[in-house]
């Protein structure tokens, strides 16, 4: 499975970006799907995630904020992000696990600054 992240960019503090990640299969059938973040000099953290049954989890810093989402008739997955912040400024990973397998998006750069 390829996955196409996009829709980063450079955003000043309490913007909103849409981020897409369109697949090369078909998405209903990922068992999990999720996007994480990476700034420079630390961990990969999970944003959001989105399982096969519809239930949503969301790292706490973005609760009320970000909105995962799925289009399966596009095979692609959203990451809706408003009132953003300089915390926010990093590498976005798209990600699909099904069954055992799991794939990763290229990341696509988000900064957040005046």
């Known amino acids: 499975v390829q996955l196409q992240a996009s829709g980063g960019g450079w955003v000043q503090p309490g913007g909103s970006l849409r981020l897409s990640c369109a697949a090369s299969a078909s998405i209903v059938s990922a068992d999990f799907m999720a996007w994480y973040r990476q700034a420079p000099g630390k961990q990969r953290d999970l944003v959001a995630s989105?399982?096969?049954?519809?239930?949503?989890n969301y790292l706490d810093s973005v609760k009320g904020r970000f909105a995962i989402s799925r289009d399966n008739a596009k095979n692609t997955l959203y990451l809706q992000m408003n009132s953003l912040n300089a915390e926010d400024t990093a590498v976005y990973f798209c990600y699909y696990r099904k069954s055992w397998n799991a794939y990763w998006g290229q990341g696509t750069l988000v900064t957040v600054s005046s």
């Open positions: 989105v399982t096969s049954r519809g239930t949503t």
